[in-house]
C-alpha cells in the first residue's frame, strides 16, 4: 500500500481539516489562559447546525454561516460562566459536551423528524474545488480535489492566528494575559474582555468545523457524528503548546492516521480496528509527551 501519492495527500487534508479548525480555537484559548475542553460540543453542534439550515434553505453557505453562530452561541455559557462568573471552565466545558449530546439528538427528532442519521436530496453540501477553476491546476488541483474552501481556509488560518499574535499589539497582550493576567490588568489591559473574544472566537471556529465535517467531509448529520474529534483537537492543543504551526503539525499526524485508517478498511481490516487509529495516536502522543516532560522536570527537583 503507497501512502506517497497525492491522492492520501488529499485524504490527510480533507481529514485533518475538522480538528485543525477547532484546535486552531483552543490553541487562541490556550494562550489567552482559558483551557477549553468544551471543543466536542461546540463541534457537534456545528455539525447538526449546518445540515438542519442547509436542508431547509438548500445554501451550504448559509449553513456554515449558521454552525459559525451556533458554535459562538455554545460559547457563550463558558465566555460568561467561567470568565465573568468566575465558574469552574472544567465543569462549565464537560457540561456543555454532554448538552450537545442530548440536544442534538432531541432536535434530529422533533426537527428533522428522524433518529439515527440524517441525509436528503435537499441537503446541500460544500462544493469541492476540485470542480472549480482550482481543478485545472496542476498537482493543486489534485491535492484539493475533494477539499471545500473551509479545508484551505483552515490552513490559512494557521498563518494568520500566527502572525496576529507575534507580530500584532492585539496579539501580544493576549499572549500576556495569558503568561501573567495579574501584570496585564495592571498595565490597563482589559482581561475579561479579552479571554471572553477569545472563548467566542474559537466557538465560531469550532462551528466551522462542524460544517466541514457535515456538509464536507460527508453530507449527512450522524448522532455523534464528531467521535471524539474534539477530544483530538484539545490533546492537538496540548501537544503544539497553544503555538499554531505546532497544533498544525500534531492535526497533520492525526489527519494522516485517520486517511491511513481508511486505507486499510480497503486491505480488508475490520472499520472498527481502523477507525481506532486516530485516537490510539492521541494515547501514543500523550505518553510520550507526559514522559519528555517527566525527564525534563525531575533533574531541576521539580514535582512531576
Known sequence: MNVFTLGFVAAVLIALAPVLLAALGGALCARVGVFNIGLEGQMLLGCFTA???????????LGVAAAAGAGVLTALVLAIGSVRLNADPIVLAIGTNLLAVGLTGFLLRSVLGTSGTYSSPDLAG?????????GSIPVLGTVLAGSSWLVVLSLVLVVVLAVFLSRTPAGLRLRGIGENPDAARSLGVDVSRYQQAAVLVAGALCGLAGAQLALGNVQLFSEQMTAGRGWVAVVAVMLGRGRPGWVLGASVVFGAAEAFGFRLQGLGLPQQA???????????????TSVRWRRTVQPTGGTP
Open 51 to 61: 445540515v438542519a439550515v442547509s436542508a431547509r434553505t438548500g445554501s451550504a453557505e
Open 126 to 134: 460544500l462544493t469541492p474545488l476540485g470542480s472549480t477553476w482550482v
Open 274 to 288: 481502523t477507525d481506532a487509529a486516530p485516537y490510539v495516536i492521541t494515547l501514543l502522543a500523550l505518553i510520550l
